[in-house]
């Protein structure tokens, strides 16, 4: 059975218990597989496009089959900034309908066009909203090898969005992110699916490589964590140190202001999808 996301955030949890701890957390509008409904009707055990799996509260989803085929037939806007309440009307003081973190789904409506700055959408219910025009961009499903250079520098360009950002365990985006968090949220922004934890898995393109090929975009994977390389020795990632509010840049160039020599001796692997 098929669910879409219909909260900011669908949190992701080791047990069906929300004071248990988070393992990732779904946007709004992605839509996941159910793989038991039955075990406990107040949690669902759902997997996600990106195959990673928890269990989800299940007054997060929207169950009803023929809206959510619908609603996978409609092409995607992605919100671009931190937080995007989508409107009754296009005016600011209108009421709000439904609100989503950076990278949450839209539908888009075919032979709408810019009304004076705001856009009409469509939300997995079936209802229609506006949004800010500046504040969304057409989903990016597929990648080209070819475009090497500007996708290396779209994935960095995305990860820098969440500077600042708390180190959330778990999170996934602007409210709270982990190190994983931001990778695999940088990459599918880019409709690129790597694994969401800090580890190289089989059955996805990510490959090892040395750390002297390590180019931008390509990433650190140290032990129990992962960054992703700016380019040098320099690189961006989401931090539990203890000087660290969370995403921030780091180096391991020993004559950096920004060294880390702890994680250094932690370092394991690069890996490029490449």
Known sequence: MKAVVINDLAPLYTKPDKDSELADEALFGMVTTVLDAEKNKDFFLVETHYRYQGLSPSSCYLLDQDA???????????????????????????PTL????RGGLLGQIEGESDHDGWTL???????RGYVKTPCIREQITS???QNESSLRKALTDTAKLYIGTQYRWGGKSPLGIDCSG????SYLQNGILIYRDASIKEGFEMRPIPLDQ???GDLY???????MCLGGRDFIHSTAYRLSPGVTFNSLDPDSPAYRPDL???????GTIF
């Open 182 to 185: 931001l990778t695999s949220v």
């Open 121 to 127: 959408i469509q939300l997995p219910c079936g209802r």
């Open 143 to 145: 990648w080209n090898k």
């Open 98 to 101: 439904a609100s989503l973190t």
């Open 264 to 270: 250094v001796e932690d370092f394991k692997t690069a």
């Open 68 to 94: 959510i085929s619908t609603w996978e037939s409609l092409k995607k806007w992605t919100v671009q900034v931190n937080y995007l309440d989508v409107r009754k009307e296009p005016h600011v003081i209108a």
């Open 214 to 216: 390590a180019k931008e």
């Open 221 to 227: 994977f140290f032990k129990g964590h992962v960054a």
